[in-house]
């Protein structure tokens, strides 16, 4: 599904808008996964995934940085996000499924930051793009 | 059936109490169709939804959207036996409207977000899991009966 100039607009509007909380809302999205899908803890037995843990926090500058990347670079995700892409599918090899119960996370905790921002049409231009940043993070899984 | 504590129905309730049914039900139907544009595909009587803006203001869509919501609603006092109450339903969707079960899910994620946009802050990690939980049982009810 092709980003149009609309959505890439609605998306750079939208991080410019997260600033510098990218790191705390993808903090406070891994933990609204953590807790609302818990099958999705077996990929973190390494980590104390309590509410405030460090590693969470540290978790979400990580992401939060490469969805940053991202968004520096709609018009070529799967250049931007390779090395990621080798990391997912060979080391990290976290099921598909995953990667949409953090992107329906995301969305959850910016409409909740950003109510009046989160229009429909932004709704839907973040869904595609983090569809499409799924699609190519386990585009070399096989 | 759906798996949740005590104190996670009353979370539930105590949040739904808050919730304009009529607002936000129109408001999660409208986002389903613009978020998701195939879902129109069983909306084609309800007139122009050819642009976000027709489908956000078209009347049948929002009317719609409130009887699906207050329908939801009266789940949420069953929440021990949603199989039985939304067994009619679950008929009427697979054999009168042929609705594919994946979009009750659909619906479901749309509907979190709502909420989540509504409530802030008071949309807390814990209450979105109870809210998961319900709408998960809800997708499933409704999904029971089809053949």
Same mark, same amino acid.
């Given at each position: 599904?092709?980003?149009? !100039? $609309?959505?890439?607009? $609605?998306?750079? =509007?939208?991080?410019?808008?997260?600033?510098?909380? %990218?790191? *705390?809302?993808?903090?406070?999205?891994?933990?609204?996964?953590?807790? &609302?899908?818990?099958?999705?803890?077996?990929?973190?037995?390494?980590?104390?995934?309590?509410?405030?843990?460090? /590693?969470? #926090? %540290?978790?979400?500058?990580?992401?939060?940085?490469?969805?940053?990347?991202?968004?520096?670079?709609?018009?070529?995700?799967?250049?931007?996000?390779?090395?990621? &892409?080798?990391?997912?599918?060979?080391?990290?090899?976290?099921?598909?499924?995953?990667?949409?119960?953090?992107?329906?996370?995301?969305?959850?905790? @910016?409409?909740?930051? /950003?109510?009046?921002?989160?229009?429909?049409?932004?709704?839907?231009?973040?869904?595609?793009?983090?569809?499409?940043? &799924?699609?190519? @993070?386990?585009?070399?899984?096989? | 059936?759906?798996?949740?504590? %005590?104190?996670?129905?009353? /979370?539930?309730?105590?949040?739904?109490?808050?919730?304009?049914?009529?607002?936000?039900?129109?408001?999660?139907?409208?986002?389903?169709?613009?978020?998701?544009?195939?879902?129109?595909?069983?909306?084609?009587?309800?007139?122009? @939804?050819?642009?976000?803006?027709?489908?956000?203001? $078209? =009347?049948? +869509?929002?009317?719609?959207?409130?009887? +699906?919501?207050?329908?939801?609603?009266?789940?949420?006092?069953?929440?021990?036996?949603?199989?039985?109450?939304?067994? !009619?339903?679950?008929?009427?969707?697979? *054999?009168?409207?042929?609705? !594919?079960?994946?979009?009750?899910?659909?619906?479901?994620?749309?509907?979190?977000?709502?909420?989540?946009?509504?409530?802030? #802050?008071?949309?807390?990690? !814990? +209450? /979105?899991?109870?809210?998961?939980?319900?709408?998960?049982?809800?997708?499933?009810?409704? =999904?029971?009966?089809?053949?």
């Amino acid at each position: 599904m092709v980003l149009s !100039d $609309n959505d890439k607009t $609605n998306v750079k =509007a939208t991080w410019s808008k997260v600033g510098d909380h %990218a790191s *705390d809302y993808v903090a406070e999205a891994l933990e609204r996964m953590f807790f &609302s899908f818990p099958t999705t803890k077996t990929y973190f037995p390494h980590f104390d995934l309590g509410h405030g843990s460090g /590693q969470v #926090k %540290a978790h979400g500058k990580k992401v939060g940085e490469a969805l940053t990347q991202a968004v520096g670079h709609l018009d070529d995700l799967p250049s931007a996000l390779s090395a990621l &892409s080798d990391l997912h599918a060979h080391k990290l090899r976290v099921d598909p499924v995953n990667f949409k119960l953090l992107s329906h996370c995301l969305l959850v905790t @910016l409409s909740s930051h /950003q109510p009046t921002e989160f229009t429909p049409e932004v709704h839907a231009s973040l869904d595609k793009f983090l569809s499409n940043v &799924s699609t190519v @993070l386990t585009s070399k899984y096989r | 059936m759906v798996n949740l504590t %005590a104190a996670e129905k009353t /979370q539930v309730t105590n949040l739904w109490g808050k919730v304009n049914v009529k607002e936000l039900g129109g408001e999660a139907l409208s986002r389903l169709l613009v978020v998701y544009p195939w879902t129109r595909r069983f909306f084609e009587h309800f007139g122009d @939804l050819s642009t976000a803006e027709a489908v956000l203001h $078209n =009347a049948k +869509v929002l009317a719609h959207g409130e009887k +699906v919501l207050t329908s939801f609603g009266e789940g949420l006092k069953h929440l021990d036996n949603l199989k039985g109450t939304f067994a !009619d339903l679950s008929e009427l969707h697979c *054999d009168k409207l042929h609705v !594919d079960p994946e979009n009750f899910r659909l619906l479901g994620n749309v509907l979190v977000i709502v909420l989540a946009r509504h409530f802030g #802050k008071e949309f807390t990690p !814990d +209450v /979105q899991a109870a809210y998961e939980k319900v709408v998960a049982g809800v997708a499933n009810a409704l =999904a029971h009966k089809y053949h």
